[in-house]
């Protein structure tokens, strides 16, 4: 039996395509059958670089006995979590809400009209680690379906209501304050880690929103978690001293031993925190690990068309790490001495390799590693990913003088403004394989438009800054009139949702309420600064309560208490609009022109001096008189 994924475009679909189980992906087939034939939905949740997802397929979903009990009592549907944000979000919530933790595989089961009344995460094919086996699972699910319907409606009903609930949450009337982003710095302090840097205990995720937060306070206490928090990770395990790039977290706390997984979002990330620690301190290892990082995304997850895959998997033919680990005479044989001084166990004899490489040899072993088995590529397009490369590329390509990082920017910028286009002024969530589909999410327009920003500055085209401006417009299409905020998309489920949480990327609501702070203060629209005013005061009692799950959420909010600075250069500089953009500014805006123009409004009546291009600096509301050279402009901005 071939199930209808085959016709999908996710890698993670298409891997279960071959399963003897009836999948249906996401769709109004699956629930007409469900209601037709009154079954609940088994609603089975995953990505592609997922090892306990691999994991699960390979004991349940491969077996046939076990297949056949999910094909006669449910109606099964298999989702990518990364193509559809809202329905993993929804029900993750719901798995939370009932079991007090959530995670991937995810499993859930519904009512024929979309409701959850039951769900977990991975469960065994044997009953072990004090779960029930799938098998008894199913069993027990079905029989309460059939026995205790009434029940289940209720619990469905109870789990439905307290999402949608928390969606309508009014905002808060306490005042915002600084004071916030002072206890949120307090919070962080206390969970740090001075040994290995990072925050809290094993396992350890890259904390890229928070370590912005810390070097945007500028403060000296800050500065120091994040120095331990980068030289910790960019030891060597979770970052890959061969390759560049880092793995998505570390089970351990001194960041050595890694979930092989490379995502796409990590390394855009993480590219520009290194950059602006190297701005900062000016210390050359935070820009070598800058370049490296981004270096690794055009070798390795750069596709032909200009976007960029969204990860690598964890494993190698069914092997967690095996590209990365080495044994210690592969190391002798690759460089013709052993050094054991770089290695670090890892299991079945295997090492990390951690330290400092010299580079002849880190070629060496790279092209000894290039050699091997590969792990799988999930090349799908994630729009909102995409939009993070692009403001990583861009930002990289003025800040250290690469054009060839600036030529992956416009390409990446190219594609996502045609092929993820809907042809309606839109942008598209997913491409692959020639095929672009499902409508953009709150986070797809709030990171393309920031990555426009950026690359305004990098081009000093004001037609980047004039589009992610029009993103930013067509994303008032999900916000919240009445409560403000903004929802996760505008998608038919059974609840509407809006997610503040920044790990293990800006939420939607974070980036654009930063994103409407840049072009409310360029485009004097108040529309927009209150907009993001709304989000703010929405997610305050979050703020409060866990501040350290809210670092971007924070950045915006500090861009929203810092004294407006506006610089604006008209005319074809290098040399001044290089001046402008010197240094670390996270609260200055820049609009930048050839020549005189009135379509952006920071620029409009502003013009050449004398024939020559000119820098207009605005602070605290209060203007200088325009400059014209660069000399005179960094002496302005002193």
């Known amino acids: 039996m071939a199930n209808r994924l085959a016709h999908e475009t996710s890698p993670y679909l298409l891997q279960h395509a071959d399963n003897p189980v009836d999948w249906y992906p996401w769709g109004d087939e699956a629930f007409e059958r469900a209601r037709t034939e009154d079954k609940p939905v088994l609603l089975s949740i995953g990505y592609a670089a997922c090892h306990w997802c691999h994991v699960m397929e390979h004991e349940s979903f491969e077996d046939e006995e076990t297949a056949r009990l999910m094909n006669e009592r449910f109606v099964p549907v298999k989702v990518d979590r990364e193509e559809r944000p809202d329905v993993d979000g929804l029900y993750m919530e719901a798995v939370v809400t009932m079991t007090g933790h959530g995670g991937w595989p995810m499993t859930v089961f519904l009512t024929p009209d979309g409701r959850p009344f039951y769900g977990g995460t991975y469960f065994p094919p044997e009953p072990r680690f004090n779960m029930p086996s799938f098998t008894q699972l199913l069993l027990a699910v079905s029989k309460a379906y059939e026995e205790q319907r009434g029940e289940l409606e209720e619990q469905a009903d109870t789990l439905v209501g307290a999402i949608r609930q928390a969606s309508e949450r009014p905002p808060s009337n306490e005042p915002l304050t600084s004071e916030l982003i002072v206890n949120a710095v307090s919070a962080l302090r206390a969970q740090f880690d001075p040994q290995h840097g990072g925050f809290g205990r094993a396992p350890k995720f890259p904390p890229a929103s928070n370590l912005h937060l810390l070097l945007r306070t500028g403060r000296d206490d800050a500065l120091e ?202 942008l598209l969530r997913t491409y692959r394989d020639g095929q672009a589909k499902i409508d953009g999410y709150l986070e797809d327009y709030a990171h393309v438009a920031n990555g426009c920003i950026e690359l305004h500055c990098a081009t000093g085209d004001p037609r980047w800054l004039e589009e992610g401006y029009r993103l930013a417009q067509r994303a008032q299409a999900f916000a919240d009139e009445t409560h403000g905020g903004w929802f996760v998309g505008t998608h038919d489920l059974v609840a509407q949702r809006k997610e503040f949480d920044d790990h293990p990327t800006p939420s939607g609501n974070s980036m654009m309420a930063f994103v409407a702070l840049r072009l409310a203060r360029i485009w004097g629209d108040d529309e927009l600064e209150r907009a993001a005013v709304g989000a703010f005061r929405l997610a305050r009692p979050l703020l409060e309560r866990a501040p350290t799950a809210f670092g971007h959420m924070l950045c915006a909010l500090e861009l929203h208490f810092s004294a407006p600075r506006e610089i604006a250069v008209v005319g074809a500089s290098e040399e001044l609009r290089g001046a402008a953009l010197q240094g670390f500014q996270p609260n200055t805006v820049f609009a930048f022109a050839p020549e005189p123009t009135d379509t952006v409004p920071l620029l409009a009546g502003r013009g050449l001096v004398d024939g020559s291009p000119a820098a207009y600096l605005c602070e605290r509301c209060a203007c200088q008189a325009p400059v014209t050279t660069a000399d005179a402009l960094t002496s302005a901005l002193v």
């Open 225 to 426: 978690m994040v120095r331990s928090t980068l030289d910790g990770m960019a030891a060597g395990g979770m970052y890959d001293v061969l390759g560049g790039g880092f793995h998505r977290y570390s089970v351990d706390e001194a960041w050595l031993v890694p979930h092989f997984e490379k995502m796409l979002y990590d390394n855009a990330l993480l590219a520009p925190t290194y950059l602006h620690a190297w701005l900062v301190t000016d210390e050359e290892r935070y820009r070598r690990i800058a370049e490296e990082t981004l270096d690794y995304m055009v070798r390795d997850l750069r596709l032909e068309e200009g976007g960029f895959a969204s990860a690598q998997d964890a494993d190698t033919e069914g092997v967690e790490g095996l590209t990365y680990t080495w044994a210690a005479e592969e190391i002798e044989e690759a460089v013709g001495e052993p050094h054991p001084e770089w290695l670090q166990p890892f299991e079945h004899g295997r090492f990390v390799i951690r330290g400092e490489v010299p580079e002849e040899a880190r070629t060496r072993l790279l092209e000894v590693r290039a050699a091997r088995p590969q792990p799988f590529r999930d090349d799908k397009v994630v729009t909102a990913w995409n939009g993070m490369a692009l403001a990583a590329f861009a930002e990289a390509s003025y800040r250290l003088g690469r054009r060839d990082y600036l030529e992956v920017a416009l390409e990446l910028a190219g594609f996502l403004g045609e092929t993820m286009a809907d042809g309606n002024g839109g």
